[in-house]
């Protein structure tokens, strides 16, 4: 929170910031180094840790295992700094998040082992062989920060989901006994309500693909740091449960591009909050409602893990999603009669240039 205005600032003074223009929402020149901020936030806040004796209780190979992440999650934030300084094409970046993702599996943050109890009689996990793990940690690694990346197109919303996501995944991680992620999440969480503070709409600075990338594959690389040994169901189905609505959201998304004969990677308006937008919600609404499903989804996934106060969680969080739906509904026909009974005027810009920042 207290590094953000000294990077806008310097954004601000260098010219480093994003033009407005038809496509986009914002209506004034807006810094995209928030990233930087979110990485020395985490950065520091894990160092605080480790300092204070934190992880003393962990194996030297746990321990190597947060900063193998640490060293990936900067590495990803580079790719995204780059493309925010440059405007690199779609495939170097992803060529670079796959090279990043398997040097980190190299390191030991890998899905090694699948636990599938209602399929083999016995209790074990299934050993995945080398080729195998490194093509579903290459995967889970790119997707889950690619669908974090492409949330990211209005103010608040990556955030925002990124900051609920690492909330449930710290109340999983410490209800699973899994410290080192616990760490991992909390750090993360700090991030992105620390950026909130300054993101939320009106926006006065994007974390741009540096911060996204860098939320994403933080987020995936924390359900696979968990587990002991390998990646059982429960740290598996997790974490994908909390994130389901934006990996849903660009599952969706990519098929319906191809669907068309485009390039995945085709700049359109499919997205979820784009669907929102045009169903008549507004900025903040839009992005209150993505909010609540994620907590509610966050509070589902307490359930599976068997957590304390589960069903406190799951009926508090399930109260305020359908409290958040109807009321959104309420004033949305409240305002559409009132369209219907005052002057019809012509759009303004800001009306039709709500849309992504990144396609």
Known sequence: MGLVPVVRCFGLRVGLFD?????????????????????????????????????????????????????????????????????????????????????????GVRIGAIDLPWLTSSAGAISLPDGLSLLATVIWLVGITNAINWL??????????????????????FSLHQVAAGFLAAALAGCCLGFLRH???????????????????????????????????????????????????MSAVIMGRLREGRSPFYPDRRHLHHRLLRAGFSHRRTVLLIYVFTQWLASLALVVANAEMRFLWLGLATSILVATVVISRRQLQTERALEQTSPITSPTNSDLACGDRHG
């Open 199 to 249: 993101n939320f709409n009106p926006a006065r600075i994007f974390m741009g693909d540096g911060g996204s990338y860098f939320l994403g594959f933080t987020l995936a690389a924390i359900s696979i740091v968990g587990p002991a040994k390998g990646l059982t169901t429960v740290s598996l189905l997790l974490p994908l449960l909390i994130l389901s609505l934006p990996v849903a959201d």
């Open 152 to 173: 990211d197109g209005l103010d608040g919303l990556a955030a925002g989901v990124a900051g609920i996501a690492a909330i449930g995944l710290v109340s999983v991680s």
């Open 19 to 107: 033009q407005p223009d038809g496509r986009k929402q914002h209506s004034t020149p807006m810094v995209r180094l928030g990233g930087i901020a979110m990485v020395v936030g985490f950065a520091v806040s894990l160092s605080m840790v480790w300092g204070f004796g934190g992880f003393g209780a962990l194996a030297p190979a746990r321990d190597q295992l947060i900063w193998s992440t640490l060293a990936g999650s900067l590495c990803f934030f580079l790719i995204g700094l780059a493309d925010d300084l440059f405007a690199l094409s779609p495939w170097p970046r992803l060529a670079g998040q796959v090279a990043v993702s398997s040097v980190i599996w190299s390191q």
